[in-house]
């Protein structure tokens, strides 16, 4: 096995001694992470067993290099290296560990195995359970999307277990803290009752979502002296990566654990704690740092240049209003580039011809550029992608908000499967069939498939609503052409016999087959089009993880249809069908939300920071039934939370952000500024206001040195 060359003090960490504690902390790409490969690798090659070494991150994505690192080299005879988050080491012991503390722990039918709920399941029973309250008038003062109410009231019980207090007092927590008006109260009682009848609901059931899997491990198996004694005697040596990122609650487990271990690596980023709304603890886990025999500092960033490091220290020093000219070097202008623009396209306009620049007549790859928003709406990210499709230069977006509902692939599969069940009583709409018809057929236009689907409806009496081609006239068919017509008669006949079968097969078979003797044949809109079809797999997968978990609804209700229970959830918005895919390596320009890129922490060398005035860049989400930095435990219970906090908060969250976009640039950035936003109003935003002090400071700073 073999790294690439580390620095002396990457060799002192993996080379310590078998038995040392190590806590090393630095600036993120210091190559921290391969310290921690390295000691990985010293740790095999000193006779460790792998399966004896424990990998631990606050989430998947950040293991990327560990796995890449095993998939590629060859390990001595023997297991793997166990690489798991606190859920995932949570889940596999709670598997291991049910009959000894279901009952304890109060489920209803102890003796029957657990159902383990995904997002997506768990806001599936938490809709099941908030509609009756919902029918009574709770939260009628709320103008909130079901889905964002579900995801808030699983969001507060997640909270609670990763800082470590009850359930039962989170309401009095939010409403201690309010200080708004007196009438918002009562949402907090409704919410707290309702998140008591959802945990009544899953004891019932044996139902564990993120939060119950979370309780059981810390309050049950923890503190199980059988439990803990086989954790402790299974792994022996721990390599806990990006710890500023995890919840307390994991920080507690490990801060008992540390002392039994034989030997450990903790890596703490500086400036991190990006993953604070989902109950990231940067102070907690620097505490850890009192377990360790020995604290290491890394030297400073081996990605972000002096230049870069000097625009992050300006433009974080005029975000406090504390920028003088003094501290202001000629390097500071090689950082960055301002690309003005009046309207909101013409900057997306400047943006990629900046980037077809860059990439035909610099030769930069790809891969090496992100352009990067606060929020990233589904008109900035399809404009952003058709323009560069048109300078032909990949691109490839990531939005971890973004449904797969949202794609038009899955949005035709949904549509062909009301087609299929006429007895759901869905009937798709025109609109509907238009689109599913122009995804479906090769080289159907929008034009001729509305005339398709105008000719080709059938009245409405009928169960079935697309006519047979040839009942359509004569000029309608050389119109519409007889390949495509031929093509919509194959996908006609093939619902109708799925039909006059009268069996309905699950939802994730249907698609299955749908797919593979249809869709992706030859003539058909999925054959050439490899990211429909891992979208197809996507929505598969999502479909077979809720059919698992749907079991306590189906045996009660004779008749019950996943399918179109899966399908009624997703168009009201309770289901997202969002389905994590793996990341892929590919050369094309990453389109991302800026906290969705730094928290998957891969540097680029170039970096575009879109619409600058934008508020989103400072401004904190408003969330009506929780709260971040309320739910934590650095928050005094009883205290208001007014203006001056907000404020601080907000700074704060900006001069994080800022440092975590210039530590994972390597070369330059744009700042793209928009007088008019997409709605048509100028904003003026904290990051803009910066900027602008900068700039004004370096005029400044011109006009003193002619």
């Not at 200080?179 to 959802?198: M, P, R, T, W, Y």
């Not at 006059?500 to 097969?505: I, L, M, P, S, T």
């Amino acid at each position: 096995m073999s790294l690439p060359e580390f620095f002396s003090t990457q060799r002192q960490i993996a080379e310590s001694p078998l038995n040392r504690k190590i806590f090393l902390h630095g600036e993120p790409g210091s190559g921290k992470t391969t310290a921690g490969l390295a000691r990985l690798v010293f740790l095999l090659e000193s006779g460790i067993p792998a399966e004896q070494i424990l990998i631990l991150l606050p989430q998947r994505t950040l293991a990327q290099p560990y796995y890449d690192y095993l998939a590629q080299n060859p390990l001595p005879p023997g297991g793997l290296p166990t690489i798991v988050t606190l859920g995932g080491l949570s889940q596999r012991t709670i598997q291991l560990f049910w009959p000894a503390i279901s009952a304890e722990a109060g489920f209803a039918q102890p003796h029957q195995p657990p159902l383990f709920l995904t997002l997506e399941t768990a806001q599936y029973y938490m809709a099941k359970v908030v509609e009756p309250f919902l029918d009574q008038g709770y939260f009628e003062q709320l103008v909130i999307d079901r889905n964002r109410l579900y995801s808030q009231l699983l969001d507060n019980l997640n909270k609670a277990a990763l800082v470590g207090f009850a359930h039962t007092t989170l309401g009095e927590r939010l409403k201690q803290a309010w200080n708004g008006q007196s009438q918002h109260l009562i949402v907090f009682d409704q919410a707290q009752e309702c998140i008591k009848a959802f945990r009544e609901y899953c004891l019932a059931n044996n139902l564990l979502d993120f939060s119950l899997q979370i309780e059981l491990f810390i309050h049950h198996l923890w503190r199980s002296f059988l439990v803990r004694n086989y954790l402790q005697t299974q792994y022996r040596h721990l390599i806990y990566d990006n710890i500023e990122e995890d919840a307390p609650a994991a920080h507690d487990v490990i801060g008992e654990w540390l002392p039994i271990f034989d030997s450990a690596v903790l890596i703490f980023d500086l400036h991190g704690g990006h993953r604070i709304f989902l109950g990231a603890d940067p102070q907690s886990a620097a505490l850890l740092a009192n377990f360790c025999d020995e604290v290491v500092e890394f030297p400073p960033s081996l990605i972000c240049p002096p230049p870069i490091r000097q625009f992050q220290s300006a433009l974080v020093k005029s975000v406090q209003r504390q920028l003088t000219i003094e501290e202001l070097t000629p390097q500071i202008k090689t950082a960055f580039t301002h690309l003005p623009a009046r309207f909101y396209p013409e900057m997306v306009d400047r943006v990629c011809k900046t980037i077809d620049e860059l990439v035909h007549q610099k030769q930069v790859a790809p891969c090496e550029i992100a352009v990067l928003a606060p929020f990233m709406s589904d008109s900035l990210r399809f404009s952003l992608m058709n323009r560069l499709e048109e300078y032909q230069i990949p691109a490839r977006s990531h939005r971890p908000s973004r449904s797969l509902y949202d794609e038009p692939a899955v949005r035709t599969l949904i549509t062909l499967a009301k087609l299929a069940h006429p007895h759901w009583e869905m009937p798709p709409t025109r609109e509907e069939i238009r689109s599913m018809l122009v995804h479906c057929i090769a080289d159907l236009d929008l034009v001729r498939a509305d005339l398709l689907m105008q000719m080709g409806f059938a009245a409405k009496k009928q169960s079935f609503p697309l006519r047979p081609f040839e009942e359509i006239g004569a000029g309608g068919r050389e119109r519409i052409t007889y390949s495509a017509g031929l093509r919509y008669s194959r996908l006609r006949e093939w619902l109708l016999n799925y039909i006059e079968r009268g069996e309905e097969e699950e939802l994730d078979v249907f698609f299955a087959f749908l797919f593979g003797e249809v869709l992706s044949q030859p003539g058909y809109g999925f054959h050439d089009h490899l990211d429909d079809a891992s979208v197809t797999a996507r929505l598969i997968e999502s479909i077979q993880k809720f059919r698992q978990v749907i079991e306590p609804v189906r045996s009660q209700q004779p008749g019950f249809s996943v399918g179109f229970e899966y399908l009624k959830m997703v168009q009201q918005g309770v289901i997202s069908a969002l389905y994590l895919t793996p990341v892929e390596e590919e050369n094309a320009v990453l389109i991302s939300p800026a906290y969705s890129f730094i928290i998957n922490n891969r540097p680029v060398r170039f970096q575009f920071w879109l619409d600058c005035g934008n508020f989103g860049w400072w401004e904190r989400l408003f969330q009506p039934l929780t709260h971040p930095y309320v739910l934590s435990r650095n928050w005094q219970p009883g205290r208001l939370w007014t203006d001056v906090e907000e404020y601080e908060t907000n700074q704060q969250s900006l001069i994080r952000i800022i440092r975590g976009l210039t530590y994972r640039c390597s070369e330059h950035v744009f700042l793209c500024t928009s007088r008019i936003n997409e709605r048509g109003a100028e904003e003026r935003g904290a990051l803009l206001l910066a900027f602008q002090g900068l700039l004004r400071r370096l005029h400044q700073q011109e006009a003193a040195h002619e």
